[in-house]
């Protein structure tokens, strides 16, 4: 008689193969700000309204899979906001998604790449009365930039299994190639006098210091995913 192994990994060698999912779709801006990806191939916009400080553009993409809604956008205005008002203005915009009967269930504070963000899940109910929908949002405030990504469950489920894939996929490649540049300028540049082993020696009080770093936003008008 042969083995329960044997004839277990028999059994498993005549099960047909997992289909192998498409890999996703990975969007660039034309501009070089950001990429993200999502797990098709999206439908893009682009919209432009005009306001007392200059034009607001949005470019925006979206996609569905398995009932789940896949939602990006990055809204631009033309005059940020001071840097001190930045996580106060980043609170006003989390709270704009609550002022049509949204129930928050968690909420997170996170940063990428140095830029402030938030990541909430809340339940809204569904346009169509068929019950909740789950939501999940990651959004980010960038000098003059709004970003944000939404994923949505089909009414009465569950967040899809690859939400968090979805959210962690943006990257701000202007920013990372402007500080890999201004890292590489550094490692580049002679030595200035009164660094490298002469600085070491001098009291930490009097060494030089360099100036701390923050980040500027601006409020931008909501579309709704």
Not at 23 to 51: K, L, Q, Y
Not at 80 to 107: C, H, M, N
Not at 150 to 163: H, K, Y
């Amino acid at each position: 008689m042969w083995p329960a192994t044997t004839i277990v990994s028999l059994f498993l060698l005549l099960l047909p193969p997992r289909p192998v999912p498409p890999p996703w779709e990975i969007v660039r801006a034309s501009d070089g700000d950001f990429a993200f990806s999502m797990p098709v191939h999206p439908n893009s916009s682009t919209e432009s309204a005009a306001s007392a400080d200059g034009p607001l553009e949005t470019i925006s993409y979206t996609c569905s899979r398995g009932g789940s809604n896949y939602f990006f956008r990055r809204a631009r205005n033309p005059r940020p906001v001071d840097k001190a008002q930045v996580i106060g203005e980043l609170a006003k915009a989390t709270k704009a998604f609550f002022r049509e009967g949204a129930t928050l269930i968690k909420e997170t504070k996170v940063s990428l790449d140095g830029v402030p963000g938030d990541d909430f899940t809340y339940t809204i109910r569904s346009q169509k009365g068929e019950g909740t929908v789950s939501r999940r949002t990651r959004h980010y405030l960038k000098d003059s930039y709004y970003y944000e990504l939404t994923v949505s469950s089909p009414p009465g489920l569950p967040l899809p299994d690859d939400a968090m894939r979805f959210l962690s996929s943006l990257t701000f490649e202007a920013l990372v190639r402007a500080n890999q540049a201004l890292v590489r300028s550094k490692l580049g540049s002679p030595a200035r006098p009164g660094t490298g082993r002469d600085n070491q020696r001098l009291d930490p009080e009097v060494r030089p210091r360099s100036p701390a770093s923050g980040w500027t936003w601006s409020m931008e008008h909501r579309r709704k995913p």
